[in-house]
């Protein structure tokens, strides 16, 4: 039985491209050396391939290559920019608040979390569309605010916030903003200056890049400050210590190369498949989408009266979830769902669905078909 993918959001396959970049930096015929390595070629040409990749990140994100500094994914990033900020700039501004949404990644709600005692946590709950409450979020923004961190694109639903607008907002009461862009590069256009960013957090795997190597884009301003949670050699203006992985790391700035030549033509081929699977849902009826203003490769849906679980066994050729690998663990349903209004057993009842680079029309026309079968045998064994 042939398998479908349908599961991008939680990681992508590396594209060839960017597998064939990064075995030239694994062998004694390539660039393997340690890029810190100063007195000897090798080490000077893994450097050089680790500033292309710097200098190829940022072009991608609209930043100054060094803003950008290497993590070993959006999860380390997430956690460097949250907690490196409050341990640098608390104390010294007296500022304490920090500001998040609901609908966050657990990287960035378990971050806020583990924050000092003398954090001032602040979790703002979204629309129902998943979107910022506005009014919630100005009555929320003092001028103890530190940090207001908000990602552009969720990973379970798709929603795109309007993050320049809740920038300017941060601005006026002189706080930083961080963003969570793992799942935007090269599903929707991104520029950090554009968006008013001071930090944000940067994956690769789910650009069609490796997994274990991300970036922390790091405005260079007096005002912003992150201060290293890992101690061992200074490494990356003095923020993330760690030998720098070289063929991880380009293949990273390979996979953002590509996605910055390639975004917009796999949106609109994305946005094609979304749609399809959309009059697929309206045919069934009684399927509801979750949130509103969303890039077109992720869609997240409620399937009333059926659980996930025996929707998704039902269809064993098709990989969907039920939310974030990051808690595929648990038996609780999705918090982003909960957080905008659904019912414990609306979330226990919905399925993610995310399209990617390999997807094909053949795919498409599976899982549509695979969807509607499955739908309907569980309705009529229910009935």
């Not at 917009?264 to 045919?283: G, S, T």
Request: net charge negative.
């Amino acid at each position: 039985m042939k398998s479908w993918y349908f599961d991008h959001a939680s990681t992508t396959p590396v594209d060839p491209r960017v597998a064939a970049r990064m075995s030239e930096c694994l062998t004694m015929d390539g660039h393997f050396g340690n890029p810190a390595s100063t007195t000897h070629g090798f080490g000077w040409l893994a450097s050089e391939d680790v500033e292309w990749a710097r200098e190829t990140v940022a072009s991608t994100i609209g930043a100054d290559p060094r803003d950008v500094v290497f993590t070993s994914g959006a999860t380390e990033s997430n956690n460097l920019a949250i907690r490196g900020a409050f341990a640098a700039l608390a104390a010294e501004t007296g500022r304490t608040r920090v500001i998040t949404l609901a609908t966050e990644h657990k990287a960035v709600l378990d971050t806020c979390a583990h924050l000092p005692p003398e954090a001032d946590v602040v979790v703002l709950q979204p629309t129902s569309d998943g979107l910022v409450d506005w009014d919630a979020l100005s009555t929320a923004l003092t001028d103890n605010t530190l940090l207001v961190s908000v990602m552009l694109v969720n990973n379970e639903t798709g929603v795109v916030q309007d993050v320049a607008r809740i920038a300017a907002l941060a601005r006026s009461r002189g706080a930083l903003v961080h963003s969570d862009l793992a799942q935007a590069i090269g599903k929707c256009p991104v520029n950090v200056t554009t968006l008013d960013l001071d930090l944000a957090s940067l994956s690769a795997h789910k650009t069609y890049g490796p997994k274990g190597v991300g970036a922390l884009y790091v405005r260079r301003s007096p005002e912003v400050q992150v201060a290293e949670q890992q101690h061992g050699g200074q490494h990356e203006r003095g923020m993330r210590s760690g030998t720098l992985p070289t063929h991880q790391i380009v293949g990273m700035a390979e996979a953002y190369r590509l996605a910055s030549l390639e975004a917009e033509q796999d949106a609109i081929r994305m946005a094609a498949y979304r749609q399809q699977v959309l009059e697929c849902c309206a045919e069934l009826g009684g399927i509801k989408v979750n949130g509103r203003h969303c890039v077109p490769h992720i869609v997240n849906v409620t399937v009333d009266g059926i659980d996930a679980e025996p929707l998704m066994a039902a269809m064993p050729e098709i990989a969907v979830s039920t939310g974030s690998a990051c808690n595929s663990a648990t038996l609780e349903p999705s918090h982003v769902l909960q957080s905008m209004g659904l019912s414990r057993q609306e979330g226990l009842s919905s399925i993610r669905i995310s399209f990617g680079r390999m997807t094909t029309d053949e795919a498409i026309a599976s899982l549509v078909a695979c969807l509607r079968r499955a739908v309907n045998g569980l309705r009529e064994t229910r009935s």
